[in-house]
C-alpha cells in the first residue's frame, strides 16, 4: 500500500512569527506515516524527512502562482501555512490553509495599495479553494470571518513554545556583555512594524526616565526601514534617552532566551495580534510580562501578564513603574506567568494539525 503523501510549502521557514509555527512543527512531525515534501527556496534547509522542491519566485508575486502550478507535486495534501496559496489548479486532492490572523485586513490603512489589493484578493482565495482552515485563535477566527464574510470548516489549534530555549533560570552574562548591555533594563522583542507600537513604547519609556527609573530599553528585532528609523529617531530627539535605548536588531532564538531571562520586566504594546509568540516566551522564561489589551494577548496570555491600553503611553509608563518598585507583584506575576504558558505546547499542537490531516485523507 503507497504512503499518503503531504506537501507543505516551507518557504517562509526563516521569516519570525510563521518561521517560529513552521520550524517547531517540523521537529514534531517526524515519525508520521506519511510522504513529506517541502517547497524552499535554494539554500534553505528543512527537516530531513522532506524531499525539498525548489523554487525561485519571490513570495507574493505572480511567477510565483505559475510556479506553485508546475512544481506542487501530486500529493494527498497540500498545505499552505500562509494565505498566499495557488490560485491555479494544482495536483493535490486536498487543500490545507493555515491563516494566523487577518492583519492585512484590519489594519489596510498600512499597507500600499497594491498590498491591500493582493491581501483582500488572495485571502478570500485561500479559504474558498481550501478544505480546511488552521488558525491559531478564536480571536483570529472571528476576525477572519468577519473581515472577508466567508465561513469554512476551521480549527483553533494554539501554538506552543519551545521548552529547550525559553525556561526559568539563570542568564548568561556572555550574551548581555556581547550585546553591552549594563544594569537593569525593560525587555521588547517583535519587528519594528508600525502596529506593533514600539513609538508608544518609547514614549511611555521617556515619561519613565524623566520621572527618575534608571532603567534601559533594549528593543530586540527589526522591520521595515523607514519604520525602524522612525522610532530610532525618536530617541535621537530626546536628550534624556541618550544611553539609554538599545536596538540589538535581529538576535538567534539560543541567545533570545537569556535576554528574556536577564530582563525586569518584558513589555509588548501591539496594537494588534493573532497569537503573539513573545509574550509566551517571557513568561515561560520566567520574566514578568506586561502586554496591550488588544487581539489575541489576552486570550493567549490569561492572568499570566499585566494589561495596558496600548493607546496610553501615560497609562502605560505608570504600570511600569509600579511593578519595577514592587518586587512582589513582580514575583506573583512570574508564578502566574509560568502556570499559563505550561499550556502552549508543540506537541499538543502538531497532535491537533496531524488530526486536521488525518480527517483530510
Not at 61 to 68: I, K, N, R, Y
Not at 69 to 77: A, E, G, H, S, W
Not at 140 to 153: A, C, D, F, H, V
Amino acid at each position: 500500500m503507497n504512503k499518503k503523501s503531504v506537501c507543505i510549502d516551507a518557504r517562509l521557514i526563516s521569516a519570525p512569527g510563521i518561521g517560529t509555527y513552521l520550524k517547531n512543527l517540523f521537529s514534531q512531525l517526524r515519525g508520521t506515516p506519511w510522504k513529506w515534501y517541502g517547497l524552499v527556496h535554494r539554500d534553505q534547509k528543512i527537516a530531513d524527512y522532506m524531499e525539498p522542491i525548489v523554487l525561485s519566485s519571490k513570495i507574493y508575486s505572480v511567477s510565483e502562482q505559475f510556479e506553485l502550478f508546475v512544481k506542487i507535486p501530486r500529493v494527498d495534501v497540500f498545505w499552505s501555512p500562509h494565505y498566499n496559496v495557488p490560485v491555479m489548479p494544482i495536483r493535490a486532492k486536498k487543500r490545507l490553509v493555515s491563516i494566523h490572523d487577518a492583519f492585512h485586513l484590519a489594519f489596510a490603512e498600512h499597507l500600499r495599495p497594491v498590498e491591500r489589493i493582493y491581501a483582500r484578493w488572495m485571502m478570500k482565495w485561500a479559504l474558498r479553494l481550501s478544505d480546511h482552515v488552521i488558525t491559531c485563535s478564536e480571536f483570529s477566527k472571528k476576525e477572519i470571518e468577519s473581515y472577508t464574510g466567508i465561513k469554512r470548516p476551521m480549527n483553533v489549534i494554539p501554538y506552543g513554545v519551545d521548552e529547550s530555549t525559553f525556561y526559568a533560570g539563570a542568564s548568561d552574562e556572555g550574551v548581555r556583555t556581547k550585546y553591552a548591555i549594563e544594569g537593569p533594563f525593560l525587555l521588547y522583542v517583535g519587528s519594528l512594524k508600525q502596529h506593533k507600537n514600539v513609538r508608544g513604547l518609547i514614549e511611555a519609556f521617556l515619561l519613565l526616565v524623566k520621572r527618575g527609573r534608571d532603567v534601559k530599553l533594549v528593543v530586540v528585532g527589526s522591520g521595515s526601514e523607514r519604520y525602524s528609523e522612525n522610532v530610532k529617531q525618536l530617541c535621537i530627539a530626546y536628550p534624556e534617552l541618550e544611553g539609554k535605548v538599545r536596538f540589538t536588531g535581529h538576535v538567534p532564538d539560543e541567545e533570545l532566551g537569556h535576554f528574556y531571562r536577564s530582563a525586569q520586566l518584558f513589555v509588548f504594546p501591539s496594537f494588534y495580534e493573532g497569537f503573539g509568540f513573545p509574550p509566551l516566551e517571557a513568561m515561560r522564561s520566567g520574566c514578568p510580562t506586561l502586554v496591550a489589551l488588544a487581539g489575541a494577548l489576552p486570550e493567549v496570555c490569561g492572568e499570566g501578564a499585566v494589561y495596558v491600553n496600548p493607546y496610553a503611553p501615560d497609562q502605560m509608563a505608570l504600570v511600569m513603574e509600579e511593578l519595577l518598585k514592587d518586587h512582589a507583584q513582580r514575583n506573583a506575576l512570574v508564578e502566574k506567568g509560568l502556570q499559563r504558558s505550561r499550556q502552549f505546547c508543540w506537541k499538543k499542537c502538531a497532535e491537533e494539525h496531524c488530526a486536521v490531516i488525518e480527517r483530510l485523507l
